[in-house]
């Protein structure tokens, strides 16, 4: 049963004022009741104060703030996965008298990736095939096929390196024969030789030049016309010696041709590496 304050007051005289106590009291019933108020009042603004921070901190967690960010459809953290929390008090701020809120900051704009065109599917007519990137091949070499055919070892049945017996022996005594020093000089012609030609011969080495007079043309297809490239691509290791390129073909023979102003072949004869005689 609760009792007002005037209730409790007058309960207090009643008691202190009854003789049977005995006692003369020299408490005051309003100071006690005053007192008891003033505790009544404490606890209560204890109660109201705890209560009011309960609220603020409960309200405080409430109000964090985790700003998620939807981009690309999914869901992403602003600044590396962190979360970004505000403090109640400034999240509820409100302006006071005359002062204007702050503006609203804008959001910013994502960066949009760079757009690439959409391929075209108007046709310009048909695929043109790529150009090759292929090195530029080499002019291909031109083959002379006509006259005989002079080999890198003799014409016809003549030999380099047959004696002047042997030479006889097979395509007739040597017409024209003449000796200069160490070299004899002839001239040969018949069944044995495709054509009549040339020889010089010493009797250490035998023959060692053949120098057809006809045309003829070598197994790598250089002949009479025969320009200098078409010399230097059969034959990569040609020198040039005067107006002739020596081109050798074996360990102890070699081509000599001579060529025109041109560059083109005008002859070919044979020879031996390291020999003295002339080319008759």
Known sequence: MNMSEEDVQQRLRDLFADERLAVGSTLNPEA???????????????????????????????????????KDNGAAFPGGDQLTMGAASSSLAQPGP???????????????????PPH????DGPAKPPKSTAATKPPTQRKVTTGALLTS???????????????????????????RGTCTYGYAEGAAVPAPTSVSLTESDGITVINPAG???TPEGIGVGSSEADIL????????????????????????????????????????????CQFS
């Open 120 to 123: 075209s599917t108007v046709s």
């Open 153 to 179: 070892a003799g014409f016809g049945k003549l030999r380099l390196g047959m004696s002047e017996s042997e030479a006889e022996a097979t395509a007739g005594p040597l017409r024209a024969k003449e000796v």
């Open 215 to 217: 045309t003829v043309h």
């Open 32 to 70: 006690i009741v005053a007192g008891a108020r003033r505790r009544r009042r404490r606890r209560q603004l204890m109660q109201t104060t705890s209560g009011m921070a309960a609220a603020v901190v409960l309200l405080g967690g409430g109000l964090t703030v985790f700003t998620i960010h939807d």
């Open 233 to 276: 691509a059969a034959y990569p290791g040609s020198t040039k010696d005067g107006s002739a390129y020596v081109a050798p073909v074996s360990a102890v023979s070699a081509y000599r041709i001579s060529v025109s102003d041109d560059g083109s072949a005008v002859g070919i004869l044979l020879t031996s590496i390291n020999q003295d």
């Open 98 to 116: 005359g002062s204007s809120a702050p503006p609203a900051s804008a959001p910013v704009e994502q960066p949009n990736p760079t757009t690439v």
